[in-house]
Nanobody, 122 residues
Framework: QVQLVESGGGLVQAGGSLRLSCAASGRTFSSYHSGWFRQAPGKEREFVALITRSTGSTYYADSVKGRFTISRDNAKITVYLQMNSLKPEDTAVYYC???????????????WGQGTLVTVSS
């Protein structure tokens, strides 16, 4: 069993930065790949970024590539999402998730956090 708790959301002006954290618990977390997803009001959930469990390889949605960075601290069992050059269209609830298999599809993820709201004002 894995529990995930996000933090770090808030209100920021366009062009600003935020860092989201996802604290994990459960001794099997190291067996999982970690991903970030987001859901804007009235829209479907979408993939943002993922980091693999062993090599730390990363993969990003085109919409955030070059602006967002996902990282993982295995000692602290925490996954981060550094978000720079934020745009109003980045406004959404951001969720971290864990999956046994490499995937950008939310349906393949086994565990989810409760989400943290990011609001970017223009």
């Amino acid at each position: 069993q894995v529990q995930l708790v996000e933090s770090g959301g808030g209100l920021v002006q366009a062009g600003g930065s935020l860092r989201l954290s996802c604290a994990a618990s459960g001794r099997t977390f190291s067996s999982y790949h970690s991903g970030w997803f987001r859901q804007a009001p009235g829209k479907e959930r979408e993939f943002v970024a993922l980091i693999t469990r062993s090599t730390g390889s990363t993969y990003y949605a085109d919409s955030v590539k070059g602006r967002f960075t996902i990282s993982r601290d295995n000692a602290k069992i925490t996954v981060y999402l550094q978000m720079n050059s934020l745009k109003p269209e980045d406004t959404a609830v951001y969720y971290c998730a864990a999956a046994l298999g490499w995937s950008i599809s939310g349906s393949d993820y086994d565990y989810w956090g409760q989400g943290t709201l990011v609001t970017v004002s223009s």
